[in-house]
């Protein structure tokens, strides 16, 4: 139950809707669950020798339905640093990055 999903969602404008979808399927799931802390999405612009960056959704094990649902690849867990909240509790941060605090 440690395996991480990832999607590109495209670079930092075409981003915004598929990042909005993601939201709006992620609350719903999220609720149902019981708004569970180790239940969160995680976005960061990556460039890897591009001229533009490119956002990546990284989708928690407790978000895999969420990331299902996306067509979202098995990852490693990212590295915290860059990263943003997409979707899920503040808390997220602390429940599933426990190193950082």
Known sequence: ??????KELGDGMMAATPSAEIEDVFLRLFDAAGKPLSMA??????????????????FSPAAKDVA????????GKPARAGLGLLAGDELSWSALFPERD
């Open 1 to 6: 139950m440690d395996t991480w999903y990832s």
């Open 41 to 58: 999405v995680f976005t960061r612009p990556e460039s890897e020798g591009r001229l533009h960056c490119e956002i990546i959704a990284y």
């Open 68 to 75: 299902k649902a996306f067509d979202a690849q098995p990852c």
